[in-house]
């Protein structure tokens, strides 16, 4: 009897997490790519310190107004169908009939069944588009607050992730060795943040542990070898 | 009668669309505002120009293997939550037959009818958990080429857009010029990139353009005060 409130605990959770595991993981990895980047081509912690927190004042602002864009986005579109199945059912009332009960028909029901449900639900305009819109067109109404919410909450993540490779490029050490220290801090972080991203999805920690770690451990490399190459 | 086809449409194109917007608002505007930052802070042409490599290589991972790894989660979560309903008709089917008439409850349906239209969807097992997916769970059986499709598309979208704000700096200008030919190659980009944007989703072409180049002009205005300050 536990599988009700399971479920809903599972989503009412997902969009935040969702929303933290976004601005984190790229938090996380493309300052710290950067940084390490970086510390193959030129000698000044200095230009490194620059250069991480342009990145992360641009990838914060990025990342959260393009979320909050979405976010706006996706209400419009649900707002534009919403309009559109409303003008359908009154401009195309058999089209849209025969749609409610093709959704049916795909179950299987028998004929008479199709009909008196597709009748049912019909009788009523605003349950008629509501069906129309989960559907037919996989639409959920959007949250209000979800714009807001989502755009700061994404930026902070992106801005605490982006803090932990660039730390030890602010206390002054020469440059090598604030890039050893970045490293393993860093791979230390993303391999807590995969871990606890894995038991909030999946539920395999470790799985999802390794992987964040390849990833960040992958940009690094790759930004490391091009910044050496043409810095 | 436009209507089916044209949502269809959609939704075919919808994936696709989304992972080009994803990369490439991403790559247009983080490695313009980094190296628009950088210009603030350093007068070497190379450095911005290994650091802009070095962002793009890490952000074309950090996003491509995000999506990748993004898109696997998805079918695994989907995976798993299908064997718990599959599970849960066979321990707990009352509960689960249950769950099925409250969504017909939902939309107003006589007890007779929902009677019928359950015990008709529950009479197979697959009708019965892809119903429960779909309309309990609100989750859709992800395409098996989706992670990998996902991955390249991001990936180069955000290899694509980050080479445009960078152009400049690859010429051998003095950084100021390149900067100045660099905000003005990429305002414009990000121009048409919100322009087009906006006709695939809300068809406000316009107020779409107008925000992408907001988004973009104010994550470079911040990164160059940012990087001239620390720089």
Redesign the interface.
């Known amino acids: ?1 536990h ?2 409130p399971h ?1 809903e605990n599972h989503f009412t959770a997902s969009e935040t997490v969702r929303d933290i595991v976004i601005g984190m ?2 938090g996380l ?2 300052p ?3 940084a390490a ?2 510390s193959g ?2 000698d000044s912690s ?2 490194i ?3 991480g ?3 992360v ?3 914060s ?3 959260g ?2 979320g909050y ?1 979405a976010a706006k ?1 996706e209400a ?2 649900y707002d ?1 169908e919403w309009k ?1 199945e409303a003008r ?1 059912t009154i401009e ?1 009332p058999d ?1 849209e009939t025969e ?1 409610v009960a093709q959704v ?1 028909r795909g ?4 004929e008479k ?1 199709v009909q ?2 597709t009748a ?2 019909c009788s ?1 305009q605003t ?1 008629w588009i509501e ?1 129309m819109m ?5 639409l ?1 109404k959007p949250d209000p607050t979800r714009a807001r919410n989502s755009a700061i909450t994404i930026a902070l993540s992106y801005i605490i992730g982006g803090m932990i490779p660039l730390s030890p490029y602010f206390v002054g050490w020469e440059v090598r060795t604030a890039l050893l220290v970045s490293v393993c801090v860093t791979l230390f972080a993303l391999l807590i943040f995969g871990y606890v991203k894995g038991r909030f ?4 920690p470790w799985k ?1 542990a390794g ?1 964040t770690v390849f ?2 451990g ?3 490399s ?3 070898l ?2 050496s190459f ?2």
């Open positions: 009897m599988h009700i479920t993981s790229d990895t493309v710290f790519a950067l980047g970086l081509a030129v200095h230009v310190v620059a250069a927190l342009a990145e004042a641009a990838g602002i990025a990342m107004l393009g864009l986005t419009e579109h534009l559109r359908e195309l089209v749609e049916f179950y299987g029901l028998d069944t008196t449900v049912s639900i009523d349950r069906f989960k559907f037919e067109l996989g959920e999805t999946v539920d395999r999802s992987q990833v960040g992958l940009a690094a790759a930004a490391f091009l910044a043409f810095g």
